[in-house]
């Protein structure tokens, strides 16, 4: 009866902290003409024959592109093949893994509980998590049997940092120091996803032992941040990570299609991870990841950082929230106040970008980046993920890109620059 009691209880007080009605109501995205929303068709026509000629010289095997305004779906095509050994053609209603791309969720996440009082960005994560207590910067490395030397850093990692990726952890196989590559290699430190019988949990508590880049808040350094806070959520909200997106997200979003492991009636919309060989598209070999994930595996591991799948509306859906203000279809997720400090250049200049810097989820691109042309207006934000999948959104023009392909190991693909440059140049009001 007690346990009863206490499951009810936390019921009920996730309930009231979830996403609330809004006074503010848009319509979800839905399809459009473009002429009615001040795009030129003959102009969008421009990416049909980028993209065809794409696939055409085996530059990609395939792509599913999105343009929306104003909440207006204008463009959404397929190309090519979702899996060429097969001869599989792609749909625009294909999933792909969107690995990094999932790390603007996980920032979502945290700021929807951040707004509820729970926590303060410039808290230490070991006031949460305790065992980042004390941590240490790597001092001195070994490489004949990979032990090393650390020093206490100057200062505790803060949520703020894990966020903007200036905590001073690394990331793993990916990780440009060969020395933090083989530490989290040895330590068995789980990167971008997994098909293993392992937690979050276990993952982080492993990395939270490891030494840092540098001391927090000097250096951004692209890391494992955003996994660390996929636990966070789950210590904060009491849930596990999938069922927190799930409820507070993506069911109240109609994001259906975007989850961390699929559902067997979703499996065969999956694109497959391809690159090129002798002259044709053959399937990802297992590497240090198993690229038949979010398929195959325990079903355990819900990367913050890199874990999910997704479509192209999908994502739209997210980030058409994003440019609403935090809100969609009469439900408020994030204050625009939120937004805004999101939004804001969060580790001044420590930015190695030219016309962008860098917020609490996003790239966020500057007045320099705009006068330069062909990347949208300032405050235009953006991402992309390790298969080469890209999304930008313009607050000023109301425009949603979206470009989601599924390779590794390409060297003439142009597609992500292309698709930007020609969806700005359709503007025609």
Known sequence: MKNLCTALLLTLALSAHAQTNSIQKSKPLSEGAPEKVGLSPERLGRIDAMLQEAVAEGDVPGAVALVARNGKIVYYKAFGMADNASGRELKRDDIFRIASQTKAITATAVMMLWEEGKFQLDDPISRYIPEFKSPQVLKGFHYN?????????ASEITIRQLLNHTSGLGYGAIDGDERMKM???????TDLFTTENISIEESVKKLAKLPLHHNPGEKFTYSEGLDVLGYFVEVMSGMPYDEFLRKRLFEPLGMNDTWFYLPADKEKRLVSVQRPENG???????TFYDPDYPIKGARRFFSGGAGLSSTAKDYATFLQMYLNG???????????TTIQAIMGNQIGDLWKGSGQHY????????????????????????????FNTQYFADPKENIIGILMKQTQGTTADETGWKFRQLVGQAVDD
């Open 145 to 153: 049997d990979t032990s090393y030397t650390s020093v206490p850093a």
């Open 280 to 286: 044709t598209w053959q399937r990802y070999p297992v």
């Open 326 to 336: 935090g809100e969609l279809d009469g439900k408020r997720y994030l204050s625009r």
């Open 183 to 189: 530490i989290y290699h040895k330590a068995g430190v």
């Open 359 to 386: 917020g609490l989820a996003f790239e966020v691109q500057n007045q320099k980046g705009q006068d330069m042309g062909g990347k949208g207006s300032v405050g235009t934000f953006n991402w992309g993920g390790y």
